[in-house]
């Protein structure tokens, strides 16, 4: 009998113990899992920020990493990038045209009103390095004001990307040392949210004179560096459309003219007669931008028409 008891306590512990693995072995799986990016047919990518995301534009080079390995999706893609901008929307303030940045609300509930429009699945958010100049008497603010952008984009999409900036390639620069302590909010941030998150900031590669075009800002080069980085961080599936190739080319080109196009629709030049305090003085430059809806359309059948195979 105490044998037999002994045997029976035995197997109770082994089948516990196989139990607590399976069940480990089933949470690493769930978080490997969830440490990768996924996109799905239908889906709609805004891409959100400041310098990084809006001189994005010109290159193709982002965009194009993630759409040449869903070349079967019907994927959308828009990017709200704003050079100078912040968590707290201070770059799309109507202020500027006041002398002024204007009042920083009015310029978060533009950027709310832009995402919603978009209807996003998935956002890119790209912050920090503007305002890493409050110096590190400005952390509290930023996580506070990141915090209120994470509520606000957790109620719009499913998923969310954060992005660190990259370091500041100038010969002992002390900026690092403040701009590494919000790339630290944002990675903590976006564990402890639980988003995904691409850092740029830790890239020696990125720190390539080749890689730049003024030690702040980064080059062609620089940003297609920054692809594969992030191809890498976030665990992309194998390309389809082999990167180097004419095809994937033809696509980027595709890419930048259908981006040109929407910046236009929704930054128009006259901005102040379409969306500002002179739009009663012309009510006919605000239809404009809706015009371009066309134009934008045949290039993403263009971009769907260079995706097959």
Same mark, same amino acid.
């Given at each position: 009998m105490h044998h037999d008891a002994i045997m029976q306590h035995l197997h109770a512990f082994v089948a516990l113990c196989a139990w607590v693995l399976c069940t480990v072995s089933l949470?690493? %799986? @769930?978080?490997?899992?969830?440490?990768?990016?996924? $996109?799905?047919?239908?889906?709609?990518?805004?891409? $959100?920020?400041? =310098?990084?995301?809006?001189?994005?534009?010109?290159?193709?080079?982002?965009?194009?990493? $993630?759409?040449?390995?869903?070349?079967?999706?019907?994927?959308?893609? +828009?990017? *709200?990038?704003?050079?100078?901008? =912040?968590?707290?929307g201070h770059s799309r303030a109507g202020g500027r045209r006041r002398q002024v940045?204007?009042?920083?609300e009015e310029g978060?509930? +533009?950027?709310? @009103?832009?995402?919603?429009? @978009?209807?996003?699945? #998935?956002?890119? #958010?790209?912050?920090?390095?503007n305002e890493s100049f409050d110096g590190i008497q400005g $952390?509290?603010?930023?996580?506070?004001?990141?915090?209120r952008l994470l509520d606000c984009l957790e109620n719009l999409s499913? !998923? /969310? #990307?954060? /992005? =660190?900036?990259?370091?500041?390639? #100038?010969?002992?620069?002390?900026?690092? *040392?403040? *701009?590494?302590?919000?790339?630290?909010?944002l990675l903590e941030t976006a564990r402890s949210r639980e988003h995904l998150v691409v850092d740029l900031f830790g890239v020696e590669a990125l720190n390539d004179p080749a890689c730049r075009e003024n030690g702040l800002h980064l080059s062609a080069a620089g940003y297609r560096k920054a692809a594969e980085i992030w191809v890498q961080q976030l665990k992309l599936p194998s390309v389809r459309i082999d990167f180097n190739n004419s095809r994937a080319d033809k696509v980027r080109q595709a890419i930048i003219k259908k981006n040109t196009l929407y910046f236009h629709r929704w930054r128009p030049r006259n &901005?102040?007669?379409?969306?500002?305090?002179?739009? &009663?003085? %012309?009510?006919?430059?605000?239809?404009?931008?809706? !015009?371009?809806?066309?134009?934008? @359309? %045949?290039?993403?059948?263009? /971009?769907?028409?260079? *995706?097959?195979?």
């Open positions: 949470a690493a %799986q @769930e978080t490997n899992a969830a440490e990768a990016l996924s $996109l799905r047919d239908g889906d709609r990518v805004v891409f $959100l920020g400041n =310098t990084f995301f809006e001189r994005a534009l010109d290159h193709g080079y982002l965009e194009t990493s $993630l759409t040449v390995r869903w070349p079967e999706k019907r994927i959308i893609f +828009r990017n *709200l990038g704003w050079d100078g901008d =912040t968590v707290y940045f204007g009042d920083a978060f509930q +533009r950027m709310m @009103e832009h995402l919603e429009s @978009e209807k996003p699945s #998935v956002v890119f #958010v790209a912050y920090g390095f $952390l509290a603010s930023f996580q506070k004001g990141l915090n499913r !998923q /969310i #990307v954060m /992005i =660190t900036p990259p370091a500041v390639v #100038v010969h002992d620069n002390p900026v690092n *040392l403040i *701009l590494g302590r919000y790339a630290e909010v &901005d102040a007669f379409v969306f500002g305090e002179r739009r &009663d003085e %012309q009510k006919i430059a605000q239809k404009e931008p809706l !015009q371009l809806e066309p134009y934008i @359309e %045949q290039q993403e059948q263009r /971009i769907r028409k260079f *995706l097959k195979p």
